[in-house]
């Protein structure tokens, strides 16, 4: 049976459907609403607009549940592949073992990087950030790449999803070596991808590479883990960009500046800023914990919060196992991960976190793998984006696919009247 919202306004009384989701999420069907009654909704930060319907994602906040196309995100952490994570986000359902083979194989054939590409990374100057210099590389991707942007048969579209996601990783490899100075190493497709992915960012050229089985699981994880997050700042900026049919490349690099802002991806770097702040400081974390309760004090525990979980994020939860498990293999002892736990303790026993249900996110511990592996800091936040591929890749599919229309929201203009430029 349809279910009707009933809105009045001016003696009359309008009907709106209820949209139910799968899990019983409930959302009022407001397309009609301008022209039936002259008005539009106000929702600054989209805190209760609902921007479409996807059945990729499935996030319950109260809850601290995460889903990706049914499946819980542990059960995918612990048990699969990123690239077959990618594949069911993209198209859907889990690859039997040929199409998951055929995937690899297919992103592997488009592992090449055009050459001028590296002139263009070592042009850029020593200590450039390396988000501005991934969304700088994935937008000059286009040039190189030009069937990319016109992808209106499947075969075109999924070159253009195999396309990206081979090079996406050589390229943020590449960002790594750049903020490192050191030479750029190419893919060996040989290699699994992520085993592929390590020896990229990793190998030497003077000495032999073999990468440890713990570091490849974390960054597996950690990929995984950061896959998708249904329509998040950058997800959301991904599909309105798309939606101005603007091409896949030119979408994802305009989501990648959404997420290097520090209250979205950039927060992983900004809680180890945080956490080294407060070890030079003498480690005091209440001093801390009273500046973030402090209204009048801009400070705010990073990595804290999230606007959609009001729980724990699963996602810290196993991350923060995962930080315990590398470092230990990799025997190293880093001050900074008790402050962390001590941090976590402290909040989680606070009124005023309790209060605002403000508890870690994914971002609270990812930081403190990525420093176990000598990753710099400002890198962090690029393998973020490398997580999040292939969910940015899957929404923007969505939104071809159901052809939804160009994303362009009204406003309630407060400026002045009309006025002209004649003196009085
Ligand atoms: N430290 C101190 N107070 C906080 C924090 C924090 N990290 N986060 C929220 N609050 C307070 C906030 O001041 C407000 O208090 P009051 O009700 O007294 O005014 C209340 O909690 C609600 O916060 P909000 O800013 O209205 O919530 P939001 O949904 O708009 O913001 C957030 C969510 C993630 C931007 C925010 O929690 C935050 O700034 N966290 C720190 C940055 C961070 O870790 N970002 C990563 C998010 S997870 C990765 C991703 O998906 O991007």
């Known amino acids: 049976m349809d279910e009707k919202i009933k809105l009045s306004y001016e003696d009359k009384v309008y009907d709106f459907p209820l949209v139910r989701g799968t899990e019983n999420e409930l ?97 850029f100057p020593h200590g450039a950030h390396p988000m501005g210099v991934l969304a700088s590389l994935t937008s000059a991707l286009i040039s190189f790449n030009p069937g990319s942007v016109d992808v209106n048969s499947d075969d075109k579209m999924y070159h253009a999803i195999v396309q990206l996601i081979a090079k996406f990783s050589v390229i943020s490899a590449w960002v790594h070596r750049k903020a490192k100075g050191l030479p750029l190493n190419y893919s060996d497709n040989s290699l699994p991808y992520i085993e592929n992915l390590a020896q990229m960012m990793f190998k030497n050229p003077n000495e032999e590479y073999s990468s440890n089985s713990v570091v490849t699981s974390a960054l597996n994880k950690l990929l995984i883990l950061h896959a998708d997050h249904e329509q998040n700042c950058s997800t959301s900026t991904v599909r309105i960009v798309g939606s101005s049919e603007a091409g896949l490349f030119a979408s994802i690099s305009a989501g990648i500046s959404a997420l290097w802002g520090r209250l979205h991806g950039g927060a992983n770097q900004a809680v180890i800023e945080m956490l080294e702040l407060i070890k030079r400081d003498g480690g005091d974390t209440s001093r801390f914990m009273e500046k973030a309760k402090d209204k009048n004090h801009p400070f705010r525990l990073m990595g804290f919060g999230h606007r959609v979980y009001k729980n724990f994020d699963p996602r810290a939860k196993i991350i923060k196992k995962t930080a315990d498990e590398v470092l230990k293999d990799l025997g190293i002892v880093d001050p900074i991960l008790n402050i962390a736990k001590n941090l976590e303790q402290e909040a989680l026993n606070d009124k005023y976190f309790v209060d605002r249900k403000l508890y870690p996110n994914v971002d609270f511990y990812s930081g403190i793998i990525y420093r176990a592996l000598e990753i710099p800091t400002e890198m962090f936040t690029v393998m973020f984006a490398l997580g999040r591929l292939p969910g940015w890749i899957a929404q923007w599919r969505e939104m071809k696919l159901n052809s939804e229309p160009i994303g362009r929201p009204r406003q309630i203009y407060s400026g002045s009247k009309y006025r002209n430029t004649e003196r009085a």
């Open 27 to 123: 959302g009022i069907d407001i397309k009609t609403l301008r022209s039936k009654t002259g008005l539009i909704t106000l929702d600054p930060g989209y805190k209760n607009t609902g921007s479409c319907v996807s059945n990729i994602t499935y996030l319950d906040g109260e809850n601290g549940v995460l889903r990706y196309r049914g499946y819980d995100i542990d059960d995918l952490a612990n048990n699969s592949s990123f690239i077959e994570v990618s594949y069911l986000l993209v198209f859907g359902e889990m690859p039997s073992e040929d199409k998951l083979t055929k995937f690899e194989n297919d992103i592997r054939k488009e592992s090449l990087v055009h050459e001028d590409i590296t002139s263009i990374l070592k042009s």
